[in-house]
């Protein structure tokens, strides 16, 4: 994967920071419908798309209200 074009911070970053980010990133196959961040439930770090589509939400009485998606390479 690279790094360096996903994740442009790295230039703000010492090598031993970027590093520690690389090796902390876990590819992860998920199911349509998993739900990977709810409410004020801890942060589980940052996602990548690399094939597929996620979707932000959030909801009211009524109904889903679409927030904004991440596409592939987000």
Do not use: W
């Not at 690279?2 to 031993?16: A, V």
């Not at 920071?17 to 992860?28: C, T, V, Y």
């Not at 690399?50 to 592939?72: F, K, P, V």
Request: glycine share 6%; charged share 25%; aromatic share 10%.
């Amino acid at each position: 994967m690279d790094y360096e074009f996903h994740f442009p911070i790295q230039s703000k970053l010492t090598s031993e920071e970027f590093d520690a980010l690389k090796n902390a990133a876990l590819p992860r196959n998920l199911k349509k419908g998993t739900i990977l961040q709810a409410g004020q439930n801890e942060c589980h770090g940052l996602f990548l798309v690399r094939n597929g589509q996620l979707r932000a939400y959030t909801t009211n009485s009524e109904r889903e209200i679409t927030l904004y998606r991440l596409l592939e390479d987000d």
